[in-house]
């Protein structure tokens, strides 16, 4: 997972949202891969306030796909089990923020959610747009 991710980090999405290689992007050697960690955006382990946090008695969302992205191991130890809402900001400050990866996730966010807790469409959609953005990196 953690090379797909970085895959698709070192990709842009044209005007038509084809995956694309450019002459200039983010990318990661293959120490700093393995340096990646699989950062789960809403956390496995909710602090004290469980009404911020998406609650999945089954885990099943949790741990899915639509809920994982990379980090850089400092940022993800600096987020810890912030709700997704709060948590954002790390990749920001990992430089990934306006990248479409982040970007999409944000309006996914936006429309899957109630009071910025993530509702189980949000996971659901972002999965399968994941596994189609994984299909075409790997074709590439």
């Keep these: 997972i953690r090379i797909l991710f970085s895959r698709l980090i070192s990709l842009s999405l044209d005007e038509n949202d084809n995956l694309i290689n450019l002459d200039a992007s983010l990318g990661f050697s293959k120490d700093q891969i393995k340096e990646l960690h699989i950062d789960h955006l809403e956390p496995k382990n909710p602090s004290a306030n469980k009404d911020q ?60 959610s109630v009071d910025g807790v993530p509702t189980e469409e949000f996971f659901v959609d972002r999965k399968r747009w994941l596994i189609e953005l994984f299909h075409k990196a790997v074709e590439l």
Excluded: C, W
């Design 53 to 112: 946090y998406f609650n999945d008695p089954d885990d099943m969302h949790i741990n899915g796909l639509g809920n994982m992205m990379v980090l850089t191991a400092k940022r993800n130890n600096d987020k810890s089990n912030l709700p997704i809402s709060k948590g954002l900001k790390y990749y920001d400050q990992a430089g990934l923020g306006s990248h479409f990866l982040l970007e999409r996730t944000r309006k996914l966010l936006e429309q899957y």
